[in-house]
């Protein structure tokens, strides 16, 4: 498999009133043709900032991508894109999904219009052409009665339907990567399952590598190949999806698998929180940034930021636990399994 996108020192400061918020610090991976990669961590990690930003979407100001960044597509520098070069990445080669269809689409306008305007930008497609388009979209992504649905507007859909309806809108140019950012939010547990098998049967036909944004462990088990945990604006652990429910090594990867629920789970059974807050990124820890909510810290974890430490050639993990002269811990009972 090629590599497709390479993400290298990404780093994303916002400018408020109370100063400088560092929401994205340091962030490299890659992504390979036909693969996809999960992106975990709880609401403010920098989750959809990461995702943002590799489609220059972050507004500026307040929002800033520092110098040092490289986003790297095909080798070229999507930082340095001027924008009709971003009009042409952006729905032709990477699409994106965005968290509430509601808001993403144009309550306005006839769902069939919001698909072809794709397909007349990108692939050069007149209206009668790009309509025809959009039904075959439509019926791709099981929508029943695509003839008819596609002169509907988004309120005669529900939420599953208009989920789907965004997969087309942003497949229709079969796009190289598509983004999927917490892509079943808000659906219910049956309508989240067909999305996701929508979206990997999708993936084996079309080869589209994907990204998938999201805070539920239990969505990424079937879908993912690899999986990178952030928090507090870092990575803080990656590896294949198989290594970081199997052989989890940083704690807060242990404790994002505890809290979620398992069948074994008996009816009054007290849920697993991860107890504190997530750091002031106004002003980051100069240690490990999960160290003041973490169960096994010591005392360099509040004064030095651990380095990786590399487990395999493809899980890499940011702990001091890690250490050879560190206490051995053996992860809680109950961690290391498919959900």
Same mark, same amino acid.
Request: contains cysteine; hydrophobic residues 35%.
């Given at each position: ?164 309806? /965004? ?62 945990? /952030? ?66 810290? /010591? ?41």
């Amino acid at each position: 498999m090629g590599k497709l996108l390479e993400v290298k020192d990404l780093r994303v400061s916002f400018h408020t009133y109370a100063g400088e918020v560092k929401a994205v610090r340091g962030v490299s991976f890659e992504l390979n043709e036909g693969e996809t990669l999960a992106i975990v961590g709880e609401s403010g990690c920098g989750k959809s900032i990461t995702s943002k930003s590799i489609l220059r979407l972050i507004p500026s100001p307040p929002g800033d991508i520092k110098k040092e960044s490289q986003i790297l597509y095909k080798d070229k520098d999507i930082l340095k894109m001027n924008e009709k070069e971003l009009r042409m990445l952006r729905g032709g080669e990477i699409s994106m999904i965005f968290q509430d269809p509601m808001t993403s689409l144009n309550p306005t306008m006839k769902i069939g219009k919001q698909i072809a305007e794709n397909l007349i930008v990108h692939r050069g497609m007149n209206k009668k052409e790009a309509i025809k388009e959009a039904v075959k979209m439509l019926q791709m992504v099981g929508i029943p009665n695509a003839q008819e649905r596609v002169n509907q507007y988004p309120h005669q859909f529900s939420g599953g339907m208009r989920q789907r309806v /965004m997969i087309a809108i942003a497949l229709a140019c079969n796009p190289k990567i598509l983004i999927a950012d917490e892509p079943t939010t808000a659906l219910d547990v049956t309508i989240q399952a067909q999305i996701m098998d929508l979206m990997k049967e999708l993936q084996n036909n079309l080869g589209t590598a994907i990204i998938l944004i999201t805070h539920d462990l239990g969505v990424v088990a079937s879908i993912a190949h690899r999986i990178q945990v /952030m928090y507090a604006g870092m990575v803080v652990e990656r590896g294949t999806t198989d290594e970081i429910f199997y052989n989890p090594k940083h704690p807060y990867t242990w404790a994002l698998l505890k809290s979620v629920p398992r069948l074994e789970t008996k009816h009054k059974d007290t849920l697993y929180s991860i107890k504190g807050t997530p750091p002031d990124l106004l002003k980051p820890p100069v240690g490990c940034p999960f160290a003041s909510r973490c169960e096994y810290c /010591m005392e360099i974890c509040k004064e030095q930021m651990p380095k990786p430490t590399k487990i395999s050639d493809t899980q890499e993990v940011s702990c001091f636990l890690l250490h050879p002269n560190a206490p051995k811990v053996e992860p809680p009972q109950g961690i290391g399994g498919k959900l």
